[in-house]
């Protein structure tokens, strides 16, 4: 369970860093910083981990501007080819990083969640993009993201590539969840149901 | 699985197997050429002939690396860790979804088959050979 790929690792991690140790994952006190890595001005620094003291958006009033979007949704998904998202993401399907076409969000499923986590990156291998990814974009590529699993776009989806006809998001879609954290990580967003205003 | 023969620049014999062969090979004095398969087979096959001569199926596809030891009581044994994964086992094991063919750099699509042939484990297995 603990070391199938990234996702598990990252859970992992953050697990046994924090204070209650829980089966399964802990393999001990965590290990102390190496001296050379304080301070580092290269390391992404996300406090944002499952079980983290770090807050994920509830709601931000420019997503509105993204839902109901046809021309978002369509530059978003020209954008994630050109940013190369599908490194690790492939067509949502997954890759070096998770899947982004089912319904499990670590980070929160809602748009302005998936906003965030671009904008801030995610501990083991997502970059930063804020601040080098225009934010109107980085709105486009979230709103694509979030497109990718609404049921509209899977019934779009002809061949084995999907997400290449993706639907609007209606702003319904974010008036409840229609997502889950994965299985066994501690941290549960499934209570920001707060709708878009 | 390829023996090849650099002298005489070919392959000295050839076994088939449907999905690539990312275990190692361990070969032993007595001239046995141990690998897995991703579907699950750990193998012996005459190093000479080729000749697949013992085979047992685990509990998951193999791409780890097989090793030979002498155990404390002097007799010889053979180790291998099954469990698919990685890049090539990840439409098995890993954060993909089979529903995107290039998942993965498009692994997903190459091995879309191996889900019905193995699934995701992680066992050691240890063989003694005949003393």
């Known amino acids: ?40 001005v290269n390391a992404i620094d996300s406090a944002l981990s499952p079980g983290a003291d770090h807050s994920v958006v509830v709601n931000d009033p420019r997503a509105a501007a993204y839902y109901d979007n046809a021309d978002a949704v369509n ?61 109107q ?50 941290n549960d967003y499934t209570t920001t149901t707060r709708g878009p205003d | ?14 076994v088939k197997e449907n999905f690539p062969v990312w275990s190692g090979t361990v070969v032993t004095g007595g001239d046995l050429v141990f690998y897995g398969s991703m579907d699950g087979w750990f193998k012996a096959v005459n190093a000479k002939s080729g000749e697949v001569v013992w085979k047992y199926k685990v509990d998951s596809g193999i791409i780890g690396q097989p090793i030979s030891y002498r155990g404390p009581d002097g007799h010889q044994y053979i180790a291998v860790l099954s469990g698919v994964g990685g890049w090539s086992g990840a439409v098995v094991s890993g954060p993909v979804d089979p529903r995107d063919g290039s998942a993965a750099l498009g692994m997903v699509n190459a091995m879309s088959d191996l889900p019905k042939y193995t699934t995701a484990g992680g066992t050691l297995y240890v063989f003694s050979l005949p003393h």
Not at chain 1, 28 to 39: F, H, I, L, S
Not at chain 1, 78 to 104: A, K, Y
């Open chain 1, 1 to 40: 369970m603990c070391s199938r790929f990234p996702i598990e690792l990252c859970l992992c991690v953050a697990l046994m860093t924090s204070v209650a140790p829980l089966s399964g994952c802990y393999k001990g006190p965590p290990p102390a910083m190496p001296a050379e890595q304080t301070g580092s």
């Open chain 1, 75 to 135: 530059t978003g998904r020209i954008l994630f080819g050109q940013f190369n998202c599908s490194g690790c993401h492939s067509n949502g399907g997954g890759g070096m990083g998770p899947s982004l076409m089912d319904d499990e969000w670590i980070y929160g499923g809602r748009l302005e969640q998936i906003h965030q986590t671009i904008v801030e990156g995610r501990p083991n291998g997502m970059p930063a993009w804020g601040g080098k990814i225009p934010d």
């Open chain 1, 137 to 186: 974009q980085i709105w486009q590529i979230a709103a694509y993201v979030r497109s990718m699993s609404l049921p509209q776009t899977l019934a779009a989806e002809t061949g084995n590539t999907p997400s290449q006809s993706p639907a609007p998001v209606p702003a319904a879609a974010d008036h409840h969840n229609g997502w889950s954290p994965p299985p066994e990580t501690t």
């Open chain 2, 1 to 14: 699985m390829t023996a090849w023969d650099p002298v005489q620049r070919k392959p000295a014999w050839v």
